[in-house]
């Protein structure tokens, strides 16, 4: 496996540096696109990484622009990966009525299975292996200290990937997360066309029933923020689902609950000083 990247851009910002690259992707058999800042720390050798997972119809720019995260990285000390949402290219396949729920730009962060989509939607194995062997060899990532975070079906794939890789993710939040995608429309029609009929593999991708099932607790606390405005609130999101599950199961969740906030990245913006802090508090300690 190469890990060779490619430069599209990069800018300044906040004394670090911002850029955008490419890569010849093994699991997704396609180019994928990603995004790091990393800080302008003097001296430092390696520097802990948060990896941020967009939602629906999103790319690995969304987070860097809207987010507004960069300027308390850089005080911290903290580096920014944020991978493109799913594969693309002439050869990947889209969902055919052209929805934007499923397909280009919705790779749910899982394996799939069934075909056409096994070829190239493992967005599963490149968060978890194939990205952060490209960060590590090309930035001075430390890969013992990673947190991963993420929106909306970002934020599931940060739940979901979390909870089942406690080794390799230290810190876990989200904002907005679908917390439990056998229960929602979202989730059964991604998991259903990527994983096929036989619900029993859909567990694997949804946090409420790993949280439920798992054998390993995270080691730190969970921080989810949800506005109480998000017009997916109760249709697809369903955080009720996963505070109850990490209550029987023990699993320390820090839920907090935002009169007026929506689903957007405004209600990111106005939160995410707070998560990067939580990620920073455990991995720089």
Partial sequence: MSN?????????CFGGQLGFYRHASDVNNCSMQFSVFVPGIAGADTLPVVTYLAGLTCTEETFMVKGG??????????????????????????????????????????????????????MYDYVT???????????????????????SMGGHGALTIGLKNPQIYQSISAFAPICSPINCPWG?????????DDRSAWRDYDATEIA???????ANKILIDQGMADQFLETELNPRFFETA?????????????????????FIASFIEDHIRHHAAILCR
């Fill in 69 to 122: 995260a960069q300027r308390i990285a850089a005080e911290l000390g903290v580096i920014l990966v944020a991978p493109d949402t799913s594969p693309r290219g002439d050869d990947v396949p889209d969902d055919p009525d052209g929805a934007y729920d499923f397909g280009l730009g919705a790779g749910f962060y899982l394996n799939a299975t069934e075909p056409p989509w096994d070829t190239h939607f493992n």
């Fill in 129 to 151: 292996r194939e990205l952060p062997e490209a960060v590590g060899a090309n930035f001075p990532a430390d890969r013992s200290r990673q947190g991963i975070t993420g929106h």
């Fill in 212 to 218: 439920q099932d798992s054998g390993t607790k995270p």
């Fill in 188 to 196: 059964q029609k991604a998991l259903g066309n990527y994983l096929g």
């Fill in 4 to 12: 060779s990247i490619e430069t599209i851009a990069k800018h300044a």
């Fill in 246 to 266: 990490c209550s029987t199961a023990g699993i320390e969740l820090e839920l907090r609950r935002h009169d007026d906030y929506d689903h957007g990245y405004y």
